[in-house]
Every structure is written in C-alpha cells, then in structure tokens.
C-alpha cells in the first residue's frame, strides 16, 4: 500500500489535473491504447482515430480526457514514470545498503520495459522524436525519476559505500545512461536477445564504477 507521504509526492509529481484525470474509467484504457498506437505507428503517424479505435471508444471521447495529441503523448509518459517512481521510492524505502537499493533499481527499471515491450519501443524511440517542447516536458517528468536516483547515491557516498569524492551529477548520467543504452539497443535490435541476462553484467559494470 501506498504511504500518505508518496500519496502527496506523486500527486505533486503528476499534477491535480493528471490525477482527477487518473479518477476517470476511461484514461487508463485510452493511455493503454497509445502506446499501443504510439508503438505501431510512431508518433508522427498515430492519428488521435487510431488510438481510440484501439481503445475502444469513439473520437470525441478522447478530447474529454486530453487537449490533443501531444497531451496524450505527456500523459503517457506522466502516468508510465509514475510506476518507475513509486517503485524506486519502494526500493528506497525497503533497501538496505546503497548498493542494495542501486542493483534494484537497475533490475527494476529494466524488468519494467522488457514486461512492456510497446511501452520500451515508445520511450527508447518515440519520445525522441518529438519536437522540443514535448522533450522539455517530458525531461520535467523524468527528472523526479534521477532525483531518487541522486538521493541513493548521495546516501552511498555518505555511508562510505561509494566512492565519497564522485561527482553525483556524473554518476547519475553513468547510471541512467548506461541502462538507457542498453535498452535502446535492446529495442533497435528486435528484442533479438533476452535483455534480462544483461543486467547481472551492468550491475556490476555499474556499482565497480562507483564502489570507494
């Protein structure tokens, strides 16, 4: 169950518009069918008809949940990092050493989108493709994401886990940029190999990077 305090974080992180919206029977069904469509189509081609022909509803019904088609794109994205933030602060809370609670996190984070194979094509792909506004939103919503991700490793420098002279802002990009680049490479080749036997390989790659 959810504490009261992630409640209020995640409230704050989704915004009260995206969480009244979240109340409503038919968001998820609709967020669900765009990345579905996203996936398919890509971005570009994944007309507003598309989506709700997958999800099931009639055209009109989807601009009672969102303004266009870079809204739905940005709740994608807000209701999907959602799940990866609510589980790094399960992990955050539930770890034990710093070391701990990293290796986690980066077997969660892959576990995630290797369940969701059209959710990994549309954050690896997609999202990259939009224009800049959408990315600087998108990058508002992911930055939640790398702040608990600062908060493990600023807590392994001061257990003495890590090493304590690292630049966190470094280290975060190491981490988050090596997950991110394997799973992408993982995507552009076809989902070819099983991505989950990679992970031991980058836990260690990553905390032997870092360890004091």
């Known amino acids: 169950m959810i504490s009261r305090m992630k409640v209020g974080v995640l409230t704050l992180f989704l915004g009260g518009d995206i969480k009244v919206k979240r109340d409503k029977p038919k968001y998820k069904q609709i967020i669900d069918a765009a990345v579905i469509v996203i996936a398919e189509n890509g971005y570009h081609q994944a007309q507003v008809s ?6 099931g509803v009639a055209d009109g019904t989807i ?4 303004k ?4 739905i ?7 999907k990092m959602a799940v990866f933030v609510e589980s790094l602060q399960d992990i955050i809370e539930n770890g034990s050493t710093s070391q701990d609670k990293l290796s986690r996190m980066i077997e969660n984070h892959f576990n995630v989108l290797v369940t969701d194979r059209y959710l990994a094509t549309v954050t690896q792909l997609e999202l990259r493709q939009s224009n ?3 990315r600087l939103k998108i990058n508002a919503v ?15 420098m001061l257990s003495g886990e890590f090493n304590q002279t690292m630049d966190v802002r ?7 940029g090596t997950i991110d680049e394997m799973i992408t490479s993982w995507v552009m080749n076809d989902y070819r190999y099983d991505l989950l036997e990679q992970v031991p390989k980058v836990q260690e790659l ?5 360890k004091a």
């Open 73 to 79: 794109l940005i709740s994608v994205f807000n209701e």
């Open 170 to 176: 470094l280290a975060r990009q190491m981490v988050f």
């Open 142 to 156: 992911l930055r939640e994401y790398l702040k608990l991700l600062d908060q493990i490793l600023i807590e392994g």
């Open 50 to 55: 598309k989506i709700a022909k997958q999800a």
């Open 68 to 71: 266009n088609k870079e809204d």
């Open 63 to 66: 601009y009672l949940y969102f």
């Open 206 to 210: 990553i905390l032997n990077g870092i």
């Open 132 to 134: 800049k506004v959408l």
